[in-house]
């Protein structure tokens, strides 16, 4: 819309059908000159704004739904609020035992996976070695492939080492 009404201008029109003179087109450009920086600025910061809405509107969504009572899915954003299922997660033994089970794992696979990848990483960007770039390219061939492809060898591995349902076993899968 802006576009069309800035085509329509006077200034355009009478520019489109050569009837500007020579000093009121040196007007236009040096304006243009002048306000270049600013157009581009207001350009990329208009683009930018719909780009952080979109990214924005689904987490006010969210949390949206998170406040809404009941199990409200729908309705307008903002229409009532209510701390309810906050209460009911925060209050009961479950949550507090999935949570330190998640800090456990999480922790545990963060220390051992940095305990390996530093002194690894370490090696194969400063030292040359037998094996060096056969073991690279194993790591990336490795990397191609989906998770999945190796659940039941873990499980296999994992059950034979007695590691099934704990923090350990979870740890070296992720590891």
Not at 134 to 145: D, K, N, R
Request: with cysteine.
């Amino acid at each position: 819309l802006l576009s069309l009404i800035w085509v329509s201008s006077k200034p355009v029109t009478a520019w489109s059908i050569r009837e500007l003179s020579t000093s009121a087109i040196e007007y236009g450009l040096e304006r243009n000159n002048k306000m270049e920086g600013k157009y581009r600025s207001f350009g990329t910061h208009l683009i930018l704004l719909h780009f952080v809405f979109i990214t924005l509107l689904p987490l006010v969504w969210i949390f949206d739904i998170a406040l809404s009572p009941g199990n409200a899915l729908g309705g307008t954003i903002g229409d009532s609020f209510t701390g309810e299922h906050f209460e009911k997660i925060l209050g009961s033994e479950s949550f507090w035992t999935w949570m330190s089970n998640s800090l456990i794992v999480s922790i545990g696979t963060s220390l051992l996976g940095l305990t390996i990848a530093i002194p690894a990483g370490y090696a194969f960007s400063r030292y040359k070695f037998t094996g060096r770039d056969v073991s690279m390219f194993s790591f990336l061939l490795v990397q191609m492939f989906p998770g999945i492809i190796i659940l039941v060898p873990y499980f296999l591995v994992m059950k034979s080492l007695g590691l099934l349902n704990s923090h350990l076993g979870l740890i070296l899968a992720y590891c």
